[in-house]
């Protein structure tokens, strides 16, 4: 008897850039959900097919998959995604929101009466926008920062942002409305900083795209992970965990960026209490399958930023911290009635991406070929192996990236491991171009 066909497509890393450059954050986060969702689907027994990029194939052996179909430069990947989904049993899509992308072809697989196993579309409509977002929060009686929809005339109205900054009185947040991690976050903290760099804003920002200002909430990145329980009517969801996100907002001078987290994370008892109540109370059964929501905890209050209508970054850390395998939760919430509404926590992860340089003498061809085999082999915690998509500017400097998650007792076991990671990372030539930006 043939098995079960699920196909998992990740759009960074399965030939959504196919035609440009690949971003290597996104790249790096990416692979590392499609490598550990696939892993964790093939251990339920299914066959597994996916997509890559014709220039990542040599990672095609880190994916515990059944079929890999490449595709290349001059190829139109949606026809490649249409022939995967009409040949599987069960589809299951990572994608960003921005454009449309996770509508889209979240959109083919319910035309093609597939079973989806990521989220729905009513839920993307809702998570894709942060206006519409902020709307639902507030009409659930949700804390949230204050937020505006900029109006845009072939650029943005710098008479509302202005007005706004003097009726809201604090540092703002200037965002897209369908913006995916800390891409295109601007940081201002007065009306004199926007002043005094209004051209080279005006040069950043997408006038194609629409963006909402916020006011700016100091305090800890956060955020909790969910898996929507449509079959069992007596809960709305599984709580998975709540996670630490590293998080770098920056002014014009350099990007913001979102770079990893932690999970779980050791809250008092009253505050993961105010996080049940206030999820209690919000109407989330559109969201049927894995999600997330990104919180700042402030003062003892927490704030919902956003909703994240697909499966986030953290999983990645999640997987290591549960015996439960997370995939067959996701599954299980659209055919079986769930017998849990909470997952047992019994390890730590810290799961981040790491910026590197080689230093050594050999070339790029010759660290992929035989350095990193080396490396995964000797650090089975890094996920996405260090990786050069684009060739920088300086003809002698090698940057890599690569994605690691530990798996440990608890967070200082994770430190040790992380300082051992970095230490095996010297021993090979790499270096990390730039000192870790966190406090743990």
Request: charged fraction near 25%.
């Amino acid at each position: 008897m043939s098995k079960e066909r699920v196909f998992i497509f990740e759009y960074v890393s399965g030939g959504g850039y196919n035609q440009v450059d690949i971003p290597n954050s996104l790249f790096c986060e990416g692979f590392g959900m499609l490598r550990s969702i696939i892993e964790d689907f093939s251990a339920l027994n299914f066959e597994i097919s996916t997509l890559m990029d014709y220039r990542i194939l040599n990672l095609a052996s880190f994916l515990k998959t059944n079929i890999i179909k490449p595709v290349h430069e001059r190829d139109n990947f949606i026809k490649i995604f249409k022939k995967q989904v009409k040949e599987s049993e069960y589809c299951f899509i990572i994608a960003p929101e921005f454009n449309n992308i996770l509508y889209e072809l979240t959109k083919i697989i319910k035309r093609s009466k597939k079973q989806l196993l990521s989220i729905d579309l009513d839920a993307i409509t809702l998570g894709s926008s942060k206006i519409r977002t902020y709307d639902f929060f507030k009409a659930h009686e949700i804390s949230t920062p204050r937020t505006f929809t900029i109006p845009s005339n072939n650029g943005l109205d710098f008479n509302f942002i202005f007005n706004k900054i003097k009726e809201l009185n604090s540092p703002i947040i200037i965002k897209p409305d369908d913006g995916v991690g800390a891409e295109e976050i601007y940081y201002f903290r007065s009306e004199n900083e926007l002043i005094d760099s209004i051209d080279d804003f005006e040069l950043k920002i997408d006038s194609n795209r629409k963006y909402i200002m916020q006011n700016y909430v100091k305090g800890n990145d956060l955020s909790v992970s969910l898996i929507g329980n449509v079959k069992n009517s007596s809960d709305q969801f599984i709580f998975l965990s709540m996670n630490r996100q590293f998080v770098n907002i920056k002014n014009l001078s350099s990007d913001s960026e979102y770079f990893g987290g932690c999970t779980p994370i050791e809250e008092d008892a009253l505050i993961h209490e105010k996080l049940k109540k206030a999820l209690n109370k919000t109407d989330l059964s559109i969201f049927n399958g894995y999600f997330g929501i990104d919180l700042i905890k402030s003062n003892g209050t927490l704030y919902f930023i956003e909703i994240n209508p697909r499966l986030t970054t953290s999983y990645i850390g999640i997987r290591n911290i549960t015996c439960n395998n997370v995939a067959e939760l996701i599954f299980n919430c659209h055919f079986k009635d769930s017998e849990i509404d909470e997952i047992k926590i019994q390890n730590h992860s810290l799961f981040m991406r790491l910026e590197l340089e080689y230093m050594g003498n050999k070339s790029r061809e010759n660290v992929n070929q035989e350095t990193v085999p080396i490396l995964m082999e000797s650090v089975p915690e890094i996920v996405t192996p260090p990786i050069s998509l684009k060739r920088t500017i300086q003809s002698n400097k090698k940057s890599f990236s690569c994605f690691i998650a530990t798996k440990e007792k608890n967070l200082s076991h994770s430190k040790i491991k992380l300082n051992m990671i970095l230490n095996k990372l010297k021993e090979l030539d790499f270096h990390l171009i730039r000192e870790l930006e966190i406090t743990l």
